[in-house]
Nanobody
Framework: QVRLVESGGGLVQPGGSLRLSCAAS????????MKWYRQVPGKERELIAT???????NYTDSVKDRFTISRNNVRNILNLQMNSLKPEDTARYYC?????????WGQGTQVTVSS
């Protein structure tokens, strides 16, 4: 059973930082690409960062140079370091992977950027 559990969200002031984590179980974590998405109510879920099994990363333009995706293949944890946060980064953040022919999602963690 694949399980993804996000943590690390919260309320932060503009310009601040947060580090999100996603604990994965039920898969051979090191073999799978992992992704971070975010969603604002009323809008589609947005892919913001990807890391391949080889560690190659890709970012959507709006978070490039501010967010860093990384993975710990020993602890089976996916991270998202978010710096220089802006109010428009406010969203629920989800980690995801595709395994066994389907997409898996965590329950998400809320990030609110506000003064």
């Amino acid at each position: 059973q694949v399980r993804l559990v996000e943590s690390g969200g919260g309320l932060v002031q503009p310009g601040g930082s947060l580090r999100l984590s996603c604990a994965a179980s039920g898969i051979n974590f090191k073999l799978y690409a992992m992704k971070w998405y975010r969603q604002v109510p009323g809008k589609e879920r947005e892919l913001i960062a990807t890391i391949t099994s080889a560690g190659q990363t890709n970012y959507t333009d709006s978070v490039k140079d501010r967010f860093t995706i990384s993975r710990n293949n020993v602890r089976n944890i996916l991270n998202l370091q978010m710096n220089s946060l802006k109010p428009e980064d406010t969203a629920r953040y989800y980690c995801s992977t595709t395994a066994f022919g389907r997409n898996f999602w965590g329950q998400g963690t809320q990030v609110t950027v506000s003064s």
